[in-house]
């Protein structure tokens, strides 16, 4: 099974700023790698699809980047509503596994 | 609007049975695949199973396998998680999410999950 490894778990920042967060797997799964954002007590919500692809209705403040076992996601201008918690997930192999996420908190 | 609506979570003992049900609407049922993600308190998501449009294929995280069985009936656009030997590990809140495909070029490259439900809580405890 093909693990996921995020990076930081915990972030702080400000309002404004811009964050990059790191999600590594075991072995390369090509451009097999989704964003998700959950907000507390909700589902989860699909911001970056195949490594780079916006969902529609995702703000361009979000970015993703990367190929094989490295990528990230990029928050640019940070908005109150964006201080929440963000998984990355693998989808080259089943089964598809998620990172541990990684939680936003504001500064 | 897509809608997907979980049901049948509940408190049942170890070793026990639930059955979870996932109702859809406001698209082709029949044209996606399903997934089941869970969340255990205060943890990460985990991927627990999948299934094709026709249920000719399934699969299972390596932790329910066994015990877990997915289905569909596509008649009724409900999809099913039926959970036996439940153990202390399986709380969680359970998820159904709708799957699509990814292409570049015309090649599968992989899935995501754009709709999701609202979860249905699952509490394994004697």
């Known amino acids: 099974d093909i693990q996921m490894t995020q990076s930081p778990s915990f972030l702080s920042a400000y309002v404004g700023d811009r964050v990059t967060i790191t999600c590594r797997a075991s072995?390369?799964?090509?451009?097999?790698l989704n964003w998700y954002q959950q907000k507390p007590e909700k589902a989860p919500k699909v911001l970056i699809f195949?490594?780079?692809s916006l969902q529609s209705g995702v703000p361009s403040r979000f970015a993703g980047s990367g190929s094989g076992t490295d990528f990230t996601l990029t928050i640019n201008n940070l908005q109150p509503e964006d201080f929440v918690t963000y998984f990355c997930?693998?989808?080259?192999?089943?089964?598809?596994?998620f990172g541990q996420g990684t939680r936003l908190e504001i500064k | 609007e897509v809608q997907l609506v979980e049901s049948g979570g509940g408190l049942v003992r170890p070793g026990g049975s639930l059955r979870l049900s996932c109702s859809a609407s406001?698209?082709?049922?029949?044209?996606?695949?399903m997934t089941w993600v869970r969340q255990a308190p205060g943890k990460g998501l985990e991927w627990v199973a999948n299934?094709?449009?026709?249920?000719?294929?399934?699969y299972y995280v390596d932790s329910v396998k066994g015990r877990f069985t997915i289905s569909r009936d596509n008649s009724k656009n409900s999809l099913f998680l039926q959970m036996n030997s439940l153990r202390a590990e399986d709380t969680a809140v359970y998820y159904c999410?709708?799957?699509?495909?990814?292409?570049?070029?015309?090649?599968?490259?992989?899935?995501?999950?754009?709709?999701w439900g609202q979860g249905t809580v699952v509490t394994v405890a004697s």
């Open positions: 406001g698209f082709m049922f029949s044209s996606f695949s």
């Open positions: 195949a490594a780079s």
């Open positions: 997930q693998q989808s080259y192999s089943v089964p598809y596994s």
């Open positions: 299934i094709y449009q026709d249920g000719s294929e399934k």
């Open positions: 999410a709708r799957d699509v495909i990814t292409l570049v070029r015309g090649v599968i490259v992989g899935y995501y999950l754009d709709y």
């Open positions: 072995q390369s799964i090509g451009s097999s």
